[in-house]
């Protein structure tokens, strides 16, 4: 028996798409029933790598978690990650398809629709229901033509939809309206409630403004979400970086962190347990005069190591590291972060640059990287190696992580020592002093006694330590929205023949 779909849209991007998803999945599965999440295309360089070596959207990854499941690409079958302001790259099924132009968006991305057909069928073959993500808005009419992850999706499954608006930035009912009024008067047939996320106030006042908007439309609002603070979700999004409940609160913390704000940065949930931790201040620097003197600074992932390095000494930044570093501030590179530390980085087939070209690397540690054709995607395990510096203390704690990237890094110099030893294969590599280290294993501060033994050697001493866990997120996240949208509606949207406790009783 096919699984019918409920799809969730949103008035823009970054509304709380992502984690409303994630919170369905949740419900769904405590609700003993069988869920699988899908988004058809996502743009994102946060990205996660499923078992058996392909890569997805961290989203859909966090979603599969929130279901209980391991992630798998038939959850997100097409996955664009920007490298450049008009050039993306192109994951299909979890593989590398090449380069998506921009002027190219619409013609080629209508290509991509057996793939997005495949994975989602698989999935409601498989599941008892499919909880389904749009991306920024449908009422693009731009691309409508090109559409392959809102509209198309819900006529295809014949999916009832929920349209989802952010209160927090303003306009929300104009925007629902909008959102509704503009498009094809087929699709609109299907949107069968709106949702109003991140309320701050008291819910009674919106009543007048709500009962207009369904005067107006004839679509239910089916829940008034409030705020969540310390949201313990991974975000999929960058701009999340740049919004209020992305700064830290806790600016007389033990340690301080600083983590380099690359324009291209990537799966900058790595850093998420480090923010969870009392006393620990995590701030995102984009400019020298911001860095100030942290006990740690981190270089993170970025989706275009050469362009972002560019743009990282174009602003001061790249002095600024290497200046902090002379005064004694360790510094901590991971993926294109770990890159950029090196002496040098060549690309002699046009990979992220020109073909032949080679720059010059913050010189901070002795490895090179050279730029390769295959990407390297696989989820590992393994153990601290190095005995040096912070990581002293650590050495042969476990780590369990996943690795992104197409270049490979060797050492330079003689007996350079490496951070991790992943399956007997060493990764990374430490400084004679131990003060700048790097590695590419995505997850490093996920592992709790790692990320604890280095926050002690950075002088968290006296606030006990946390262990990180994202179940309790997901727990927490599903009450949060059980609490305030009517599940009993939404589950009736999805099963219109069943009485709502025949689907409360299926746990």
């Known amino acids: 028996m096919t699984a ?35 988004k058809a295309q996502n743009m994102s360089n946060n990205a996660d790598v499923t078992a058996d070596g392909r890569e997805i ?58 793939h997005v057909e495949r994975g989602l069928e698989t999935l409601r073959a498989e599941y008892e229901l499919v909880v389904a993500e749009g991306a920024g808005s449908p009422a693009e009419t731009n691309l409508r033509a090109g559409d392959i992850v809102n509209m198309r999706v819900a006529r295809h499954a014949a999916a009832p ?40 106030g008291d819910p009674s006042l919106l ?49 301080d962190i600083a983590v380099i704000r690359l324009p291209r940065i990537a799966n900058f949930d790595d850093f998420d347990p480090l923010a969870a931790e ?10 020298p005069e911001d860095l ?22 174009r602003s001061g930044l790249a002095d600024a590291v290497v200046a902090r570093h002379a005064e004694g501030i360790p510094v901590l590179g991971i993926c294109g972060g770990f890159q950029m530390l090196g002496e040098r980085i060549a690309d002699p087939l046009g990979v992220e640059a020109s073909a032949g070209s080679e720059v ?49 890094t060797r050492a330079t110099a003689p007996h350079v020592e490496p951070l991790l030893d992943l399956e007997g294969r060493p990764d990374g590599a430490v400084s004679a002093d131990g003060s700048v280290a790097g590695c590419y294993l995505h997850g490093l501060f996920h592992n709790d006694a790692l990320r604890h033994v280095l926050l002690a050697a950075l002088g968290r001493a006296e606030t006990p330590f946390v262990s990180f866990d994202r179940e309790r997120g997901y727990d927490r996240l599903a009450q949060h929205v059980r609490s305030h949208l009517d599940m009993e509606r939404v589950w009736a949207l999805v099963w219109p023949e069943r009485a709502p406790h025949e689907v409360a009783a299926r746990g």
């Open 360 to 408: 010059a690397g913050l010189g901070l540690l002795p490895v090179a990287t050279t730029f390769a054709a295959d990407k390297t995607t696989r989820r590992v395990e393994g153990r601290v190696a190095s005995r040096r510096g912070a990581w002293a203390g650590a050495v042969d704690a476990p780590v369990t992580g996943y690795e992104i990237h197409m270049g490979e």
């Open 278 to 287: 009392p006393g620990v201040r995590l701030r995102y620097v984009a400019r």
């Open 57 to 114: 959207g961290r989203a859909q990854s966090e979603q599969a978690a929130a279901a209980g499941l391991a992630p798998r690409w038939e959850m997100n079958p097409v996955l664009l990650k920007p490298q450049g302001d008009r050039t993306s790259q192109v994951v299909v099924e979890g593989r590398p398809a090449g380069l998506l132009r921009s002027s190219d968006f619409v013609t080629r991305k209508r290509d991509l629709w057996p």
């Open 292 to 313: 100030g003197r942290p006990q740690l600074i981190v270089l993170p992932g970025t989706k275009a190591t050469i362009a972002d390095l560019d743009l990282l000494r």
């Open 207 to 255: 009543a007048p403004a709500i009962e207009d908007l369904e005067a107006r439309t004839g679509v239910p609002v089916l829940g008034v979400i409030p705020w969540l603070d310390g949201l313990d979700v991974a975000q999929e999004d960058a701009v999340v970086l740049e919004r209020p409940e992305g700064a830290p609160a806790a600016v007389d913390a033990a340690v």
């Open 161 to 200: 939809v929920l349209i989802v608006g952010d209160i927090d930035r303003g306009g929300v009912f104009a925007h629902l309206y909008g959102t509704l009024a503009l498009l094809e008067p087929e699709d609109r047939t299907l949107v069968r409630g709106f949702v109003i996320n991140r309320f701050r």
């Open 4 to 38: 019918p779909v409920l799809m969730v849209l949103g008035t823009a991007s970054s509304v709380g798409k992502s984690v409303l998803v994630t919170a369905l999945c949740r419900i769904a599965r405590q609700d003993g029933i069988r869920v699988a999440p899908f």
